[in-house]
C-alpha cells in the first residue's frame, strides 16, 4: 500500500491536524486507513514543525510491520510536551474502508528545549505488509512556512529464507548551532542497524516526494555518503534544513537497491560571536562520540554527562534526543567551579530491542552551543549482566560516583576529595566519612568542627 500525505491549512483553533491516509495498491487487497494526528499545539498559525525521523521493523508475532515515528517541533508554553514530559500529545487514529473502529492514542513526550526552542515526541504504530512498500506523510509548515514531507520505504520480502530486513535507525538534536570559524564544521549523523547492513546516506530529492519545500536547503554543504558526515565548512551564517535518507544495503552482495530508506530532517545554525572559540562549552563525559553501550531489557542504565564552560558564562541545559522513557535530573554545578554535571536514567522495555539513539549537547547562558555526541543504546536479551549494584535512577547512592567507565559506582574519598568538612580529622568510610578532632579539643554539634576543649574550667587540666 501507499501513504498518501494530506495538505491543511490552519485555523483558530488550537490543534493543529495532521492527515495521513494509507491506500492500498489496486493488486493486492489490502486495508485502508486514515491516520489523524492531533498536536495539541496553542497557536493561530502552522509554522511549527522542525523536523524528525521514521524507522520499521518486522514484528513476527503479530505478522506485522511497526513503524516509528520521531517529530520535532517548535517549542511553546502550553504545549503539554513542553511543560511536563511525563505528558503526551493525544491522537486520534481512524480508519476508512471495513477495519477496526476509531483508536485513541497517545504520542509519548521525549524531550523539551527553551534554550534552542523545541519539543519532541515519538509514537509506533502497526500495519500488516507483505511487499517493498513507501510511506509519504506532508503537511505545513516548517517554521518559515515551508511544507514538509517525510518518506519511508518497507521491503518485508525475505532477504534471505527466512529473514526479513529492518530498517536501521537514526537520530539528531532537532536544532545543532555551530559558532562560524571555529572548527565545528562537520556533523555525524549517527546511524545504526540491527541486522548489520551497511547503512549510507544521502540527500533527500524532490522528486522522490521525499523532502516537500526543504529539499537541498543546505547550499555549500558537502555529504560523504558513506562515513554520513556532513561538512560545513563552506556553508555562510543563516538558517539551514538538512533532509537526509538513511538506506541500508545488503553488506555481501553488490546490489544498489536499498532494502529500506528512512528520512532524518533537522535545523542547523550558523551564527557569529563576539567570543573566542576557545570559550565554547565542551563535553567532558567518559565515553566518545558513537559509543555503544549494550543493555538488558528492564535493566536500569545510567549515565553522568559532564560539561565545562568559560569563565563568563555557565552551562545551562544539557540537550537532548533521546529514547521514550529516559529520565534527566537537575543540572547540578560542582562547586563554583566552570563544571556541571546532569544525571540521566533509562529502563528500557521489550518493545525498544535493537539500536536506540541518544543525542546530547551542551548549551551555555550565553546561546552558546557544544559539538553534538551520540551514543547507541543497544537493548538485547542476550546480555548477560545487569548490574544496578550502588545505583538509584539519579545516579550513584549518596558517597558514590561514577567510574571511569560510566557504569560502576565506587566510594568517594571524602577525605582525599576535600569535601568532608572536617575542621581537623577525617576518615573514610565505605560510602560515608567521619571526623574526629586532636586531642584537647572535641566535635562539635555538625560533627564536623572542632572546638577547644577548656580543661581548667572543666577541672580535668590537673594542675595544682
Known amino acids: 500500500f501507499f501513504f498518501k500525505g494530506v495538505r491543511f491549512y490552519c485555523s483558530d483553533r488550537e490543534a493543529d491536524y495532521i492527515l495521513i491516509k494509507l491506500s492500498p495498491k489496486s493488486n493486492r487487497k489490502m486495508l485502508a486507513w486514515l491516520v489523524t494526528w492531533f498536536l495539541l499545539i496553542e497557536t493561530v498559525h502552522c509554522s511549527h514543525f522542525r523536523g524528525g525521523t521514521a524507522s520499521w521493523r518486522y514484528n513476527a508475532t503479530a505478522d506485522a510491520v511497526e513503524f516509528t515515528r520521531r517529530t520535532f517541533w517548535v517549542y511553546r508554553p502550553g504545549l503539554n510536551c513542553a511543560d511536563d514530559l511525563s505528558n503526551s500529545v493525544f491522537a486520534t487514529y481512524q480508519c476508512s474502508g471495513t477495519c477496526v473502529p476509531q483508536q485513541q492514542d497517545y504520542i509519548n513526550c521525549t524531550d523539551s528545549s527553551t534554550s534552542l526552542a523545541f519539543v519532541t515526541g515519538e509514537r509506533k504504530f502497526a500495519y500488516r505488509v507483505s511487499s517493498r512498500q513507501e510511506g509519504l506523510f506532508s503537511s505545513c509548515c516548517w517554521f518559515d512556512d515551508s511544507a514538509w514531507q517525510f518518506k519511508i520505504v518497507a521491503d518485508v520480502t525475505s532477504k534471505l529464507p527466512g529473514v526479513v530486513n529492518t530498517s536501521p535507525v537514526s537520530l539528531q538534536l532537532p536544532v545543532i548551532r555551530i559558532q562560524s570559524g571555529c572548527g565545528q564544521g562537520t556533523i ?11 547503512v549510507k546516506c544521502r540527500w533527500a530529492l524532490s522528486s522522490n516526494q521525499e523532502c516537500g519545500d526543504v529539499c537541498q536547503r543546505l547550499p555549500n554543504g558537502s555529504l560523504d555518503k558513506l562515513r554520513c558526515k556532513l561538512d560545513l565548512s563552506s556553508v555562510g551564517v543563516g538558517t539551514y534544513i538538512a533532509a537526509l535518507q538513511i538506506e541500508d544495503f545488503s553488506p555481501v552482495n553488490n546490489i544498489n537497491t536499498s ?31 558513537g559509543s555503544r553501550i549494550s543493555i538488558k531489557p528492564n535493566c536500569m542504565w545510567t549515565y553522568t554527562i559532564a560539561a565545562s564552560s568559560s569563565s563568563g558564562s555557565r552551562i545551562s541545559e544539557i540537550v537532548m534526543a533521546s529514547p521514550v522513557g529516559l529520565k534527566t535530573y537537575n543540572l547540578t554545578q560542582i562547586g563554583n567551579s566552570s563544571q556541571w554535571y546532569i544525571n540521566v536514567c533509562w529502563t528500557p522495555d521489550a518493545t525498544q530491542l535493537g539500536p536506540n539513539i541518544f543525542c546530547y549537547a551542551a548549551v551555555d547562558s550565553l546561546q552558546r552551543m557544544s559539538t553534538t555526541q551520540c551514543l547507541v543504546l543497544y537493548v538485547s536479551a542476550d546480555v548477560q ?38 575542621t581537623q580529622l577525617c576518615n573514610n ?13 572535641k566535635l562539635a554539634a555538625d560533627n564536623q568542627t572542632c572546638s577547644d576543649i577548656n580543661e581548667c574550667s572543666l577541672g580535668t587540666s590537673g594542675c595544682t
Open 188 to 198: 555525524s549523523i549517527p546511524v545504526a542497524d540491527a541486522d548489520g547492513d551497511v
Open 259 to 289: 532494502y529500506s530508506s528512512i528520512p532524518l530532517q533537522f535545523t542547523i545554525e550558523v551564527y557569529t560571536h563576539s567570543g573566542q572559540c576557545a570559550d565554547l562549552p565542551y563535553l567532558s563525559s567518559g565515553l566518545s562520540n
Open 385 to 422: 549482566f545487569c548490574n544496578s549494584s550502588g545505583r538509584t535512577c539519579s545516579g550513584c547512592s549518596i558517597g558514590y560516583s561514577f567510574a571511569s567507565n560510566n557504569e560502576t559506582c565506587i566510594d568517594n574519598d571524602e577525605c582525599t576529595l576535600g569535601t568532608s568538612g572536617c
Open 429 to 441: 568510610t565505605v560510602g560515608s566519612y567521619t571526623c574526629s578532632c586532636n586531642t584537647g579539643y
